[in-house]
């Protein structure tokens, strides 16, 4: 069974810029999470969408939004970058259980705002 | 607000010596613990989830169990490439996960 796939694997991008993360993923899965983790603040959740539908939010500013696709397909969107955002992006994927149930994640991609 | 909190913040263990990581939550509502190993530079993969107190659940040489306020990872006769960092995570009736800041554990030979 295939994992979690993330693209692009690594980023490069100014500040002031947006980006548009994309996460795939298990099949069968129908929930998809996003967390950002740094040095200093560890891995911090972002948000969750389940049918296309954002199901849950985390404390971030409003630049961070999501998106979900009828085939479970998941983006994510960070506009206006700024410095602070330079971060790895994980998606996890599960099937829904709300808070049952085993989570997989992705292996990243790695934002760096210059 | 819930949290979790893990230790200790690192550990260096000699090639074969047993030891213990400890994850503390908030207890209310609790819906499942979950143990993730990373690597440098990678997304976390996935070890364990346990739901209820006195559950436990082994993985060659890791052992998770869980009380009713704190869940260990009980590592025995360690090998180097067990050395990551160990990340606990609680959810409580949604898919998000909070995550303790995690254990990193270094294995020497």
């Known amino acids: 069974k295939a994992g979690v796939t993330q693209t692009p694997r690594y980023l490069i991008k100014t500040r002031g810029q947006q980006v548009t993360l994309s996460c795939s993923p298990i099949?069968?899965?129908?929930?998809v999470s996003w967390y950002q983790q740094t040095p200093g603040q560890g891995l911090q959740f972002l948000f969750e969408?389940?049918?296309?539908?954002?199901?849950n939010k985390g404390n971030f500013p409003g630049r961070f939004s999501g998106r979900q696709f009828s085939n479970s397909r998941s983006e994510m969107n960070v506009s206006t970058l700024e410095l602070g955002d330079s971060a790895l992006y994980l998606c996890a994927s599960s099937r829904g259980d709300r808070g049952r149930g085993e989570q997989y994640f992705g292996p990243g991609t790695r934002l760096t705002v210059t | 607000e819930d949290q979790v909190t893990q230790s200790p913040e690192a550990l260096r263990l000699q090639e074969g010596e047993s030891s213990s990581l400890n994850c503390s939550y908030t207890?209310?509502?609790?819906?499942?613990l979950f143990w993730y190993r990373q690597d440098p530079g990678k997304g976390p993969e996935f070890l364990f989830t346990?739901?209820?107190a006195g559950e436990e659940k082994e993985k060659e040489r890791l052992k998770a169990t869980l009380t009713k306020k704190e869940s260990f990872l009980h590592i025995t006769a360690p090998k180097p490439e067990d050395s990551a960092t160990y990340l606990c995570a609680s959810s409580y009736n949604t898919d998000k996960l909070i995550f303790g800041t995690g254990t990193r554990l270094q294995v020497f030979p």
């Open positions: 969408y389940f049918s296309e539908t954002q199901r």
């Open positions: 207890v209310s509502g609790l819906r499942g």
């Open positions: 346990l739901y209820s």
């Open positions: 099949s069968g899965h129908r929930s």
